[in-house]
């Protein structure tokens, strides 16, 4: 402990003498970045065989200089009030960008209320992020996090003075936005350049389901986990069912929507009962209590590697997933149509996971092109 507060109160003096050179933009005069070439290039997305494309706003284009901005945006303590924590605290490589925790905890040490999400393939939900859906884009997403009081606590106008006196940043942003000035650097930038970074976060291609249809030669899926795929998409009465709202069309396991799928006791099926979610989700955002309790449907790809599970963190295992499926959801007013009971034996529920596996993707969460900078 004392070699680290040592070694701090020196970097402080290194810093504070390192501020009176001559040509170190702290001194606020010397800000115009002209100098330095501004030669963009667009950002190659491979995602793999069959995916959609990425719907990309036209006023931020993917671009190799933006993406390496975001990515050190993204692992920078810099973001926080006291420069312990980075959006990477929430979401890690190692847990497919989640922290699997049950619920996320901030720089003050408050426990959230909602787990942390992953954000692989994150660019293609366009329908509302967050659990709620509360905000649409990315670029909006990414100021949130900053000034919320549970999460990194501090402020933009901060973070963006700090930005424009650093040793590399000024240099980044030129090279990303083509700026003259540091004076140009602002939090709207910032935010853009993190967005850029989260839209590479696409699936490698390499999980054994994405094998299964992409690879030459073809990858087969072994009989139990076929059972498990059949299980998983069969949309009948009594039958899991999972694809009516994990839907696999679209290769995201998810089509997007809010919906609720029972997991909360509210003390039954009436209107009334609505009020009672801890957590409105969708209700909060739209202000009907029809749509109280309704979450988004998550994509279940990496599913295995984000443990725990659902908005509020509940289910330690996917056992205890399947478990809440086949008999264990609460009724509610606005409970799904296709929440629907059935039973499943062990070995179908074993089949349904050794699925749910093949959906892991090494390579994505191993990618160094999306690992710390630091
Ligand atoms: C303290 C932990 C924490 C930090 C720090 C954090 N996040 Fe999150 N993140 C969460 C939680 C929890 C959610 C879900 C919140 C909700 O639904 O209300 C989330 C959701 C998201 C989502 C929505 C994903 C989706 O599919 O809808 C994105 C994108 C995201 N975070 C990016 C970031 C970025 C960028 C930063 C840094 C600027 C960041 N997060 C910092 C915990 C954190
Ligand atoms: C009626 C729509 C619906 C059906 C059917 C459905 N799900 Fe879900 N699923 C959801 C919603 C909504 C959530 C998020 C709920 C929340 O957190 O409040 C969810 C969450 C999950 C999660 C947790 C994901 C995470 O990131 O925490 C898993 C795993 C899951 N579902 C698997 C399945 C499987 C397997 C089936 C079939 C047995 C299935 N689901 C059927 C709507 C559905």
């Not at 299980?231 to 839907?247: A, V």
């Not at 202000?287 to 599913?303: A, E, M, T, Y």
């Not at 499926?325 to 039973?343: E, K, L, R, V």
């Not at 499943?344 to 990618?367: G, P, R, S, V």
Request: net charge negative.
């Amino acid at each position: 402990m004392k070699q680290i507060i040592i070694f701090l109160f020196l970097s402080t003096l290194f810093l504070a003498t390192s501020c009176d050179d001559d040509d170190n933009p702290m001194d606020g005069q010397s800000d115009d970045l002209t100098d330095i070439p501004y030669t963009p290039v667009a950002y190659d997305l491979v995602v793999p065989c069959d995916f959609p494309e990425m719907e990309i706003p036209v006023d931020n284009p993917i671009m190799v200089d933006g993406v390496e901005l975001g990515r050190f945006l993204f692992y920078d303590p810099i973001l926080s009030a006291d420069s312990t924590m980075s959006c990477s605290s929430c979401h890690l490589p190692s847990g497919s960008f989640t922290d699997n925790l049950a619920l996320s905890t901030g720089i003050d040490g408050i426990a959230g209320r909602r787990s942390s999400m992953s954000l692989l393939n994150v660019g293609y939900f366009n329908t509302g992020l967050f659990w709620d859906g509360r905000v649409v884009t990315l670029e909006e997403q990414a100021l949130l996090p900053v000034e919320d009081p549970v999460e990194l606590h501090h402020t933009w106008p901060d973070i963006v003075s700090k930005l424009k006196v650093h040793d590399t940043y000024p240099e980044m942003f030129r090279k990303a936005f083509g700026i003259s000035s540091t004076t140009e650097i602002t939090k709207e930038l910032a935010a853009k350049a993190i967005a850029q970074f989260e839209r590479t976060l696409v699936s490698s291609g390499q999980s054994k389901y994405d094998q299964s249809r992409c690879a030459e030669p073809a990858v087969f899926l072994s009989p139990q986990e076929q059972e498990g795929a059949v299980l998983f998409s069969f949309e009948e009465d009594n039958h899991p069912g999972c694809t009516h709202c994990h839907k696999v069309f679209n290769q995201m396991f998810t089509d997007n929507t809010f919906t609720n799928n029972g997991l909360t006791d509210i003390g039954g099926g009436e209107v009334d009962n609505l009020s009672n979610y801890p957590d409105l989700g969708l209700g909060e955002v739209t202000g009907s209590i029809f749509d109280n309790g309704k979450f988004r449907v998550p994509s279940l790809r990496n599913i295995a590697m984000t443990a725990p599970y659902m908005h509020d963190g509940k289910f330690q295992t996917l056992e205890e997933v399947l478990d809440h499926y086949s008999s264990g959801f609460h009724d509610a007013a606005n409970i799904d149509p296709d929440m629907s009971p059935f039973q499943m034996t062990e070995d179908e529920k074993a089949a349904l996971i050794a699925f749910l596996n093949t959906l892991t993707d090494q390579e994505f969460m191993n990618n160094p092109a999306h690992q710390s900078p630091f």
